[in-house]
């Protein structure tokens, strides 16, 4: 059987519409995201596929970032990353398709969007306590990883969760900023939504590292399980869950765990 030419190509000479088109059915288009990124969604008569494309000097670097980042770890919740090609004008990345709704989409943007009654963020929240845990318990294992690698999660947010409400299955995208870390920041404000963020995504030239990480994690945490409030009466998890989140969500560094990895640990003994 001859191989897809999504799986094959390595510069294309014609428009990525046609050449998509001329391969199988785009049955889903992503055209609203302020990344200068616009992904489709690619039927074929072998599987979906999800290909993201750039054209900007920015947009396709950040791009090539996330082909390194892909080419350096696996794991089961990360769509695999199956191929990259050129075009004229720009640069594709081809991935595994995986269903889901993404949880933060441009479609229900802001607090608002959020809490409209079709958006995903909210359908999420207002599952069983158990689920939401179970769901958070996969993105810091994830993490964990990640971190065993040697990478530090920048712009991590519910933009970068594509949950299945059919199967409870979650997976992590949107790579594009996650670096090699530690690193010095050097810009005043990092990357990402600020209800995820340490303090110090704030302040140039801060330390970037895996204790602003299990900030992340911790503040994730609460948005899930919380909508964002740091108060216990809002809390839905169980008390020793709270404790970990709070220590993990700690404003100052020496506060925090030291890692991701212990972060984890310290979790599963209290969901546990």
């Known amino acids: 059987m001859n191989q ?8 294309i000479d014609k428009d990525l519409i046609s050449f998509l088109s001329g391969i199988g059915d785009i049955f889903q288009v992503f055209d609203k995201q302020d990344s200068g990124c616009i992904s489709y969604g690619v039927r074929t008569a072998e599987r979906n596929w999800f290909v993201k494309y750039a054209e900007s000097t920015e947009a396709v670097g950040y791009m090539k970032n996330a082909e390194a980042f892909h080419n350096a770890v696996s794991h089961p919740n990360i769509p695999k990353l199956l191929n990259v090609f050129h075009t004229d004008r ?26 409209h009654p079709d958006s995903p ?40 969760m594509i949950y299945d ?9 949107d790579f594009d ?30 330390r970037i590292d895996q204790i602003t990480n299990v900030f992340t994690m911790g503040a994730a945490a609460f948005v899930f399980l919380a909508d964002g409030s740091r108060a216990r009466e809002d809390w ?8 970990v989140a709070s220590k993990a969500a700690s ?7 030291d ?14």
């Open 236 to 243: 839905r998890g169980s008390e020793a869950a709270y404790r």
């Open 177 to 206: 900023h996650y670096a090699k870390g530690p690193f010095l920041l050097q810009t005043d404000r990092l990357f990402g939504s600020s209800r995820f963020m340490a303090p110090e995504e704030f302040v140039k030239h801060s």
């Open 4 to 11: 897809s030419p999504l799986l094959t190509a390595e510069k």
């Open 251 to 257: 404003k100052e560094r020496g506060e925090r765990y």
């Open 90 to 115: 720009g640069f594709a990345l081809v991935y595994e398709w995986v269903d889901g709704q993404v949880m933060g989409t441009p479609d229900f943007p802001g607090k608002e969007g959020r809490n």
């Open 121 to 160: 963020h909210l359908r999420f929240r207002q599952l069983t306590a158990a689920k939401i845990v179970k769901t958070l318990t996969t993105v810091y294992d994830i993490h964990q990883y990640l971190e065993s690698k040697g990478f530090v999660a920048v712009d991590f947010y519910d933009g970068c």
């Open 165 to 173: 409400f059919g199967t409870d299955t979650l997976h992590l995208c």
């Open 259 to 272: 890692s991701v990895r212990t972060f984890y640990s310290e979790w599963l003994k209290a969901i546990n």
